[in-house]
Each structure stands twice: as C-alpha cells, then as structure tokens.
T-cell receptor
Framework: EADIYQTPRYLVIGTGKKITLECSQTMGHDKMYWYQQDPGMELHLIHYSYGVNSTEKGDLSSESTVSRIRTEHFPLTLESARPSHTSQYLC????????????FGPGTRLTVT | AQTVTQSQPEMSVQEAETVTLSCTYDTSESNYYLFWYKQPPSRQMILVIRQEAYKQQNATENRFSVNFQKAAKSFSLKISDSQLGDTAMYFCAPQGGSEKLVFGKGTKLTVNP
C-alpha cells in the first residue's frame, strides 16, 4: 500500500464553516494532486502541485484553495463550506519522471449540511 | 489525452469467467503512459496495470492484461478468472498534458458468485 494519508476520513459540517482537509505522503514525491469525486462517478482534478511553493488549478473549477509549504504536505481549505461542496476528495502523489503513476490516499468524504 | 471514453457504465461477470472493459481516448501526444485503476467499494484507489505507448507488447499483470491499439487509441482491460474481490469501479487513465492523468467515467464491475 502507498504511504499517503488523508484526514479526516469522514467529515460532516455545517454551512459557512471553514475546513481544512489534510493530505500527507512519506514517499518524497514532488507532485501532488487533489481530485473531487461524486459517489460512483469520475474523478475531476481540482488542484495540483509540482513541488514546494508550486500550486495550480485543475480542470474543474473549485472554490477551495491549497498550499504546498512542505514536500510531504498538501492541505486543501474551504473558507466557507456550502452544501454544493459535499463530495469525496481524493489526494494523490507521484514521483517526478517515473511513469506518472499516481498513488492515492483513502479519501475524505465531506458532507456539508 | 483530452477525452477518455469508457462505454460500459456497468458490467457483471460470473466468478471464474473472463471480462473485458473497453476504453478509447483522444490524444495528440506521441509518447505517453496509460493506466487502469481499480476502486473497490469504500476503499482506496489502486493501480491495476500500466502500459507504455511506445511499447508494442501488451502489458500483463497476473490475471490482468491489456489490449493496446495505439493507432485506434484503444486500451481495453481483460480480467481472466474473475474473483469476487475484483468487484470495483475501474477507471481508464491515459496520461494527458503536463504529466497529468485524464480519467474516464469508470465502469462498475460486479463479480457474481
């Protein structure tokens, strides 16, 4: 199993709250990604990073923000959660120049009430 | 790859039988990787098999093999001797630009006893 962790695994929170989803990997991978996935549906890339202090928006527009201050850590923040943010969020990482295989975390299932 | 099509939203197979999941994609890249990922119910996304586009030989990983036809931009996954543990969502993911992966909508595979 890949060494990539996400916390919390499940989160139920009220509208308007600020939340941070944590993602950490111990593999020393330079590249990290956040995907949004509705149950049984495709993955949409919302953020990615190719290294410390590098972040880019993905293909799906998202109100969330990310930061990459340390190689191993790639948190995602929602300043004001809304019911439309209810989804599963998957974090992934990959090693630069090594076949582009991505390793996935277990995901955070977010419900905004 | 810019678009990925998995034309079978759901499939079912009897235990010990063989099943093939289809995937077609569109890309302007000449050299790239393609992946099949598996996402079991409520479990982590894991890599099933990887194919390098410049290699003519189809990749094989135990009971899993691919039929890669580069000119036709087709990348199907064959699962032999299906097992109950193969029940999962399967995602085709060719490499897109900037070393990102582009995921299809997935095929939900159910293996029946």
């Amino acid at each position: 199993e890949a060494d990539i962790y996400q916390t919390p695994r499940y989160l139920v929170i009220g509208t308007g709250k600020k939340i941070t989803l944590e993602c950490s990997q111990t593999m020393g991978h330079d590249k990290m990604y956040w995907y949004q996935q509705d149950p049984g549906m495709e993955l949409h890339l919302i953020h990615y990073s190719y290294g410390v202090n590098s972040t880019e928006k993905g293909d799906l527009s998202s109100e969330s923000t990310v930061s990459r201050i340390r190689t191993e850590h790639f948190p995602l923040t929602l300043e004001s959660a809304r019911p439309s943010h209810t989804s599963q969020y998957l974090c992934a990482s990959s090693e630069y120049g090594r076949s582009y295989e991505q390793y996935f975390g277990p995901g955070t299932r977010l419900t905004v009430t | 790859a810019q678009t990925v099509t998995q034309s079978q939203p759901e499939m079912s197979v009897q235990e010990a039988e063989t099943v093939t999941l289809s995937c077609t994609y569109d890309t302007s890249e000449s050299n790239y990787y393609l992946f099949w990922y598996k996402q079991p119910p409520s479990r982590q996304m894991i890599l099933v098999i990887r194919q390098e586009a410049y290699k003519q030989q189809n990749a094989t990983e135990n009971r899993f093999s691919v039929n890669f036809q580069k000119a036709a931009k087709s990348f199907s996954l064959k699962i032999s001797d299906s097992q109950l543990g193969d029940t999962a969502m399967y995602f085709c993911a060719p490499q897109g630009g900037s070393e990102k992966l582009v995921f299809g909508k997935g095929t939900k595979l159910t293996v029946n006893p």
